[in-house]
């Protein structure tokens, strides 16, 4: 439902439209002013406060454009939305370089009208409670460059913080590309420990040859090529803290040697009688069912149970999609300043797009797919087309198309905008396949206007030909 506290401003100069757009959306509980010029609508914007202005782009004096400006300068928090009967490509870019949540082609679809007003005021109101709780995190916590404030995160972040500043060993599970390095550094950053060494051990990434005197060092002699002393890296950690990255894929014999280090903090170094003392904390990491592992034998129990003192469980990205918005802008910004372009912004309909894909490499794959994206982009704004995506979305096309719905699935609990714009995909791609990519015959079939479908290819994401 609309928060009747939500003011709207229209701004357009045709008469018709903005008497029905007052009516439509005054109907949907919405606080309305209308303006019929561009400074009349400027003159109200320093007058009052509103939560979303929805401006046509041809005005009788100035460009909505204008308007637009005016409104972002005078509250940066302000939801813009241009229409215009005239839309172009570079009226779109032009539109969201200045801060337009979105851009819609006349004539439009009421309820996706209405639809997208909702949701721009539902990510405004979530865009404030996220700056809020930013703001407290920066008072009280610092979780060094993990982003996103799902309620799974959140939940992590409170343990964090619990365990941070304790000795106990933390272990650390999830999928690849997960994070889960991340995780570990803001328990180091958190803790007592901080200014210490904090060092990486890739268990699997090391030869079981070297895996010994890696973790431990060595001595003078103590093998062929052993020609001085040489400091492991549980030696290089002494005061700080050491992670053991993927920690599952250990062999046994080196297992048994782990464990005198989580129980004693002590080890010989390959060659050497003498022990060496050492004041660490462990983090580990896997992306392994390290429960299976010891059913089958593959791993110690009294390890397991040593190095699992606390389990910090990261969620995958499919199941924190809520997330993808501010994972995908922290990224954007990372590698548009690495690659020294301007890309600011991603457009609402490419983030949708990224939203119903279930990323099996997670952030590490979304994080591949921004940085390729920003390199190819000609524009300051990410749009759909730039996402690289094709392979995925045939594979989703295919898998749509096959989907049957049964209404008795109500009883179980369904998502209603899911499935109807499931079944608009499936109807606009098998339009577009019998008209051979042709938009005016798909139209046709479909029975609706040429900007109509243009309008929907553009929402959900699908890229054909004329």
Known sequence: MPDLTNKLL??????????????????????????????QAIQMLEKDFYDLVLCDIRLGDISGIDVLKKAKAKSPDCVVIMISAYATAE???AAMNEGAYD????????????????????LKTLSEEKN????LLKENLHFGHIVGNSPRMKSIYKVISQVAPTRTNVMITGESGTGKELIAQAIHQQSKRSDKPFVVINCASIPDTLLESEFFGYKKGAFTGASHDKKGLFDLANTGTVFLDEVGELQPQLQIKLLRIVQERTFKPVGSNEDVHVDIRILSATNKHLETELIEGRFREDLYYRLNVVEI??????????DIRAL???????????QEKEVTKISSYAVDLLQKYDFPGNIRELENLIERSVALSNTNILLPDNLSLSIHKRRWIEGIENKRFDINDVEHGVSLDVILEEIERAYLVKALGLS??????AADLLGISFRSLRYRLSKLGIDKPD
């Not at 469980?313 to 809520?322: A, D, F, I």
């Not at 995908?328 to 690495?338: C, D, G, M, T, V």
């Open 10 to 39: 229209i701004v357009d100069d045709e008469l018709s439209m903005r008497e029905f757009l007052e009516l439509m959306l005054e109907a949907e509980g919405y606080h309305v002013d209308i303006a019929k010029t561009g400074n």
């Open 91 to 93: 009226n779109a870019v």
């Open 103 to 122: 851009y819609l082609p006349k004539p439009f679809d009421n309820d996706e009208l209405k639809q997208t007003i909702s949701k721009a005021l539902e």
């Open 132 to 135: 809020h709780l930013d703001g």
């Open 313 to 322: 469980k990261v969620p995958p990205l499919r199941e924190r999609k809520g």
């Open 328 to 338: 995908a802008q922290h990224f954007l910004e990372k590698y548009s300043r690495l």
């Open 436 to 441: 051979n990519g042709s938009k005016n015959k």
